[in-house]
């Protein structure tokens, strides 16, 4: 049932662009997100994500984990049940992470089914890794949460 | 920027519309359609269109950062999303968010963080653990 690890099976690059639309989106202001001469002055390597864009991308690298035919989940009925981010260091543009999602839990809850994935997340050619607990919720044809 | 326990945040709202979860979408890859499509969202059993969750902890991220001054003090963020963020087809949703530092101890705190929409509670055991002094 859990399976094997799953890898990515490139590294994700992580640009410049994808932090400044990803800060836009979240209402980050701060210049530190998207003015490279701002992110330098305060001591990074250059654009620092927002701190959740890590959670996102380990929800966006874990989503093959939970598509595995094998599984069986109706994904158009899937939502988010919760998530822990644990950081070290911040993710930069110019990173390039590698990410491997191991299924932890997976188990009917109530009428739903929940699954639990972990991501461990780490840059290739700089400090930055963090390990993303993501849990998701299968609604069954009922629909509410209940 | 140096934390104590007991300290209370001023609540920051923000508005969301359909807009800003498309948006949210491109941005981070989840293009799951009961963000932005009212049949999909009914058929997957929900009263509307809801915000990704990712969305409404990232919001709450925020807040955290005007708080503190600073995008890089966090080392932990956990949370459970305990209710859903409708977003109309016209008009907006308000997210509230308000926090307050429980533990300051050493190199670390801690502030719990509580967001609501339209009144709800939405995130729930939202726990930020910070560096300190705040970088």
């Not at chain 1, 997100?33 to 701002?38: G, M, N, S």
Request: aromatic fraction near 4%; glycine fraction near 8%; proline fraction near 5%.
């Amino acid at each position: 049932m859990k399976g094997e690890p799953h890898h990515l099976q490139e590294p994700f690059e992580v640009s410049r662009e994808a932090i400044r639309e990803f800060a836009r989106a979240v209402f980050a202001d701060d210049p530190v997100h998207v003015d490279v001469a701002a992110a330098q002055s305060a001591g990074h390597r250059d654009l620092v994500a927002p701190a959740t864009f890590a959670s996102a991308l380990a929800l966006r690298f874990s989503q093959p984990v939970r598509r595995d035919p094998g599984l069986g989940l109706d994904l158009t009925r899937m939502v988010h049940g919760g998530q822990t981010s644990v950081l070290h260091g911040s993710l930069c543009a110019g990173d390039r992470l590698a990410a491997e999602t191991r299924i932890v839990e997976l188990r009917a809850a109530g009428r739903h089914v929940r699954i639990q994935t972990v991501t461990a997340m780490r840059a290739l050619n700089g400090p930055f890794e963090a390990t993303i607990t993501h849990t998701c919720l299968i609604l069954d044809a009922a629909g509410d949460l209940t | 920027m140096s934390l104590s326990a007991g300290t209370t945040f001023t609540p920051v709202e923000f508005e969301i519309t359909r807009e800003t979860l498309v948006r949210y979408a491109g941005a981070s890859g989840d293009f799951n359609q009961i963000h932005y499509n009212d049949t999909a969202a009914a058929a997957a059993g929900l009263p509307g269109v809801i915000a990704h969750g990712m969305l409404t902890l990232a919001l709450a991220n925020q807040a955290l950062c005007r708080w503190l001054g600073s995008s890089t003090a966090v080392i932990e963020l956990a949370n459970r999303f305990t209710s859903m963020v409708i977003v109309p087809g016209t008009g907006s949703a308000t997210v509230t968010v308000t926090g307050a530092v429980t533990r300051s101890t050493g190199p670390e705190a801690e502030i719990e963080l509580s967001v609501t929409a339209d009144g709800r509670e939405v995130l729930g055991a939202l726990i930020a653990r910070v560096r300190h002094p705040v970088p």
